[in-house]
Structure formats: C-alpha cells, structure tokens
C-alpha cells in the first residue's frame, strides 16, 4: 500500500464544536513539519534546513494561513493523527461528521499492520456527542475487535481534540464510550487526567466463569492454565481484565521474566473469559509502586494499557498488596492511578503525545 503521509505540528483547525464543559482560549493556526513522497532526489539547504532524501521531505516550521491537514478533503484520502500513550498508539480519525465510522475494521486491521499500514495497536474515531456528551469515542483493535474503551487512546482522543478544536490550557470533555461515560481532563503540564468512573466486581459482569469468592467478586481465586496455577482477580474498567501477582506456591512475579507471547493468548481465550480478557502480570515494588506487563484482548503485548494500570490497582488493593494511590510502571513509561474512597471511582494521569498527522488512500 502507497502511503502519502504529511506531518503537521501542531493540528489546527477553522471549526467549533460547543462544548459545554470547558473554558477555551484559541491559538492561531499554523503548521510546522510536511513530510510527502517525492520523486527520489537528496539535497540539503541551510539555513531553512530542508531536507530531500529518496522518498521524503522534511520543512523546517514556516508560519501559514492555510488549513491544517486534517481539514483537507481530498476525495479517495484518509487524513489521520498519530498518538501514544506511553507507547501505546492509535491512529486517529475526525470523524465528528459522521456516526459512523469512515472505515471498516477489516481496513483497521490493514492500516494498523507495521509493515504494510501505518502501525498502530489500535484506530480510533472521534464521533459526535450522544446523550449529552460532548463527544462519543469507538475504537478498532489491531485485530479488528471493538473494544468497549482504552485508557491510553481516552487521553490520545483528549488531546486530539484539544488540536482539532484549536483549544489551549486546562479544559475537559465528556465522553460516551462503551464503558460508559468517560471524563478526561487535560491539565496544565500537558498531562491528562481521566475519570475512570468506577471498577465494575460482581464476576457475571466482567464477565468471567470463575466462581465468585468474597462478596460476589473474585479476588485471588486459581486459574489453571496447562498446569500452572495462577492467582488471579478480576475486575472490570467496562472492559474484562485477569489480574495476577503469582502462582501457587510464589509470592510475587518477576514480570521482566515471563515469556508473555507464550502465556498471554492462554490467558485471554481461557474458558473462563467468555468475553476473552486483558492479563495484567504484577510486580509489587512497594505499597505505592507497582510494575505491570499487560496482554491486551485483540492487540496482543502492548507498551501499556490504561485500563489495565486502573483494574490492578483495585486488584492490589483487594488482595491487601498496595495503598489507593499508586506509580503503576509499564514498559512504555509510568501511570498515576488513583481509588478514591470517598466516590469510589479510578483516576488515571498519565502523557499522550502526538506522533505525525498525514493521509492514506482509502
């Protein structure tokens, strides 16, 4: 697949949607990087430092009135952002024209291949509000599945946003996902923090099969998986997730040493995960420091999966192994998670960054 790509920092654009709950300040529009296939050709130009190698340009920023890229409507072109959350990363869709999505899932699946699309561990697309809300957010696995929300991509989405609509500082959005009603908001540092809402426990509406042992929520019950015996608990964010910080007869999982490949897919088709599940593997570094690989339902090994830095924070809370608020460490950089008592809902803080803005044929 040809890709036409163009870079463009930051994204701005002409157009306002209301949004009832925040405060704006706008920014002037400009764009900074273009990056577009040429024919193959090397110079370099100082002191503009213009770039030309094989197949692509690079500008240095140049101050413009023109539309930001993403307000270009080329027929037969896809324009995209690229985000991560800690190394977790989406590719991005305006779609806040349109209920629908403006590709198909199985087109998902080719884009977010790292060899022949763009790469990506999932696609996600900014719809229009529902029931009020500002905004709806649906979401396309790297394996084509919907998943019901994503903590890394609810922060990409937020400042996503916050480029689309040209808005500056702290401000927030609400948010209508699968899981429910999402609140990110984006603070000062550049961070965001996301109200989570509250862990779901009862085992019928995670959902899982394993019998329910304290209060109807499994908490350090046993999983077999080919003979090993994992204790595990599990939670809900709106979406399933197998926590575990041991097997049977050990204290506590060395998580660099697992071969998650391996035992990561077992875990998520187990028999007992009608709807499949995410596994977080835990590390206790202390009772306010924890460590985590996670295997996401239908993207596989990620750098890091919000939800799941939420749903073990209330599993080492269950289990007696940390405090409420907690340094969840994840191979793509660090989550503040936060089980407050007196709402018992999850806030999560943590970075979203944006990577490239460029376009695809359709």
Request: one cysteine or more; charged letters at 20%; hydrophobic letters at 40%.
């Amino acid at each position: 697949m040809a890709i036409a790509a163009a870079i463009s920092l930051p994204l701005t654009s002409p157009t306002r949607h209301s949004l009832s709950s925040i405060n704006i300040v706008r920014t002037p529009s400009f764009s900074t990087f273009q990056l577009n296939l040429i024919k193959p050709k090397i110079t370099v130009k100082n002191p503009n430092f213009r770039v030309r190698a094989s197949s692509m340009s690079i500008e240095a920023p140049v101050q413009s009135s023109s539309a930001s890229l993403l307000d270009r409507r080329e027929s037969g072109f896809l324009h995209f952002a690229k985000y991560h959350g800690l190394g977790n990363d989406f590719i991005l869709i305006d779609n806040r024209d349109s209920s629908e999505p403006r590709i198909t899932s199985e087109r998902a699946v080719q884009l977010c291949d790292r060899n022949f699309g763009i790469g990506a561990d999932g696609v996600i697309f900014v719809m229009p509000g529902i029931n009020g809300t500002d905004y709806t957010m649906r979401i396309f696995n790297s394996d084509g599945s919907e998943p019901e929300m994503c903590g890394n991509g609810i922060r990409c989405f937020a400042k996503f946003v916050a480029q689309l609509e040209s808005l500056h500082g702290r401000l927030s959005f609400t948010i209508h996902t699968g899981a429910g009603l999402i609140v990110p908001e984006v603070l000062d540092d550049g961070n965001v923090r996301v109200d989570m809402g509250e862990p779901i426990l009862q085992a019928s509406d995670i959902p899982t099969r394993l019998p329910a042992n304290k209060d109807h929520c499994v908490v350090k019950s046993e999983l077999d998986i080919d003979g090993v015996i994992w204790n595990v608990t599990c939670v809900s964010m709106g979406n399933p997730h197998c926590i575990t910080f041991s097997t049977k007869g050990s204290q506590n999982l060395k998580v660099d040493e697992l071969k998650l490949d391996e035992i990561g897919p077992k875990f998520e088709h187990h028999e007992m995960f009608p709807a499949r599940t995410n596994t977080e593997f835990v590390q206790v570094l202390s009772r306010s420091h924890l460590k985590m690989r996670v295997w996401e339902r239908g993207a596989g090994a990620t750098l890091a999966c919000g939800t799941g830095a939420c749903a073990l924070l209330v599993a080492a809370v269950l289990e007696g192994r940390a405090e409420r608020n907690c340094r969840v460490d994840l191979p793509g950089g660090s989550l503040q998670i936060e089980w407050r008592e007196e709402d018992n809902h999850i806030y999560m803080t943590g970075p979203a960054e944006a990577v490239f803005f460029g376009s695809v044929p359709l």
